[in-house]
């Protein structure tokens, strides 16, 4: 593939038109030079050229000097492309996070037939995945946790994703081992919309985090690299059940440690 093709392929990326890459290419040739000159060196008729100019002038890429008929184009330094780069990534943004719209409404037409469904997700980006899907959540999550598994396997992941969950209206329950960690994140559980219960974590600690959510268990072996989604109606409620209890226990043994403290 020659340059100048792949120079137009890019140019394409950044939202320019066939019309506007010809006129800009013409007049980075040129330096500066009438609508005449660039027209014909871009091989574009002289009607055509001022509305493409004007275009290149509207994204700071080509300015203007003097007036009609003396009126020159002067190209702009290709360093300008860097602004339309930055605008481009950001109408691309906005189109990705439309299209994320769609995917509910996909989920509520897509027949599973009524069969549990088991998904298994590998490494750090799988485990960033099965994360993902609790901010899907309709209810509050149900969640047992171990936080320095947790925040040492994926750093920085999780300050963010607190942020995005609460921003969502997703509160969440949780049972923490009793660590330092896990105190530490208690302190911020108004802003990130947690109640938190700790349980001894000689007595009753565990390392996989477990998620329960609307039709769903989200399992997060740390140790392993291993997250597993099941969806299964009745599962999850058995497993809702079972937190309920385990709550109201944690619950009581706090108290009961308040009270002999």
């Known amino acids: 593939m020659s340059q100048e093709i792949n120079i137009k392929i890019q140019l394409q990326a950044v939202g320019l038109s066939t019309n506007e890459i010809s006129a800009y290419l013409a007049l980075l040739e040129l330096g500066r030079g009438t609508v005449s000159q660039i027209s014909r060196k871009a091989s574009l008729n002289r009607t055509t050229g001022y509305d493409v100019l004007d275009r290149l002038v509207a ?56 069969r549990p469904q088991i998904r298994f997700y590998e490494g750090s980006a799988g485990m960033k995945q099965v994360y993902e899907d609790t901010l899907s959540s309709h209810e509050p999550i149900r969640a047992y946790a171990s936080v320095d598994d947790v925040h040492s396997a994926l750093p920085g992941y999780f300050p963010e994703y607190y942020k995005r969950r609460a921003a969502k209206n997703i509160p969440i329950r949780a049972i923490f081992t009793d660590n330092i960690e896990g105190r530490e994140l208690a302190k911020h559980d108004v802003e990130e919309l947690r109640q938190s219960a700790f349980v001894s974590s000689e007595t009753y600690g565990f390392h996989p985090e477990i998620n329960i959510y609307d039709n769903k268990i989200m399992i997060a072996s740390w140790r392993e690299k291993l997250g597993i989604i099941i969806e299964s109606g009745e599962i999850a409620d058995a497993m809702k059940k079972i937190f309920e209890l385990a709550w109201l226990q944690a619950k009581q043994m706090e108290v009961n440690d308040n009270q002999s403290a």
Not at 73 to 97: F, G, M, N, T, W
């Open 59 to 114: 994204k700071k890429l080509v300015s203007m000097s003097g007036k009609e008929p003396k009126q020159e184009y002067l190209a702009e330094s290709p360093d300008q492309i860097e602004l339309l780069i930055s605008v481009e990534l950001e109408k691309r943004q906005a189109e990705l996070d439309q299209a994320r719209l769609v995917v509910p409404a996909l989920k509520s037409i897509h027949n599973v037939a009524g």
